[in-house]
């Protein structure tokens, strides 16, 4: 409801997104940012320490197409570079951006993520 406010946008894993939409829309979401480094769930469920995997909450969403969506996937190398053909294939036929995010460690002094590329 503030003037001037065109985008209410939120990044999640998704993992309560499915539960926490119908408040987040009735609020003016908007936009939603979801952070999916692998399509293994295995691999997911190691990455975020808990059981449960996003991709039906990104197909659900998708199959909404009532919010911009952006999928974020951070490569990292020995983990899931192998993965990239995969992904361009899962979303090249779903309403999203999918932007491939270099891994870079953190030092405490700079920024740890480096923007490679967008679909």
């Known amino acids: ?3 001037g406010l065109k985008t209410i946008a939120v990044t999640t894993n998704g ?3 499915t539960r926490l939409l119908p408040r987040l829309k009735e609020a003016g979401l908007n936009a939603i940012n979801i ?3 692998t399509l293994v769930p295995a ?3 190691f990455i975020v320490r808990r059981k449960g995997t996003n991709l039906a909450t ?3 969403l998708a199959g909404m197409c009532l919010l911009y969506l952006q ?3 951070v490569v990292m190398r020995g983990f899931n570079e192998d993965e990239v053909l995969d992904f361009v294939d899962f979303t090249k036929d779903l309403p999203l951006d999918v932007r491939f995010i270099e891994y870079m460690p953190f030092d405490g002094k700079h ?3 480096e923007v490679l590329g967008k679909k």
Do not use: G, P, Q
């Open 111 to 113: 920024c740890c993520f």
């Open 43 to 45: 691999k997911f469920e």
């Open 35 to 37: 952070s999916l480094d």
């Open 58 to 60: 990104l197909l659900i």
């Open 15 to 17: 993992i309560n997104l």
């Open 71 to 73: 999928v974020n996937c």
């Open 1 to 3: 409801k503030l003037e």
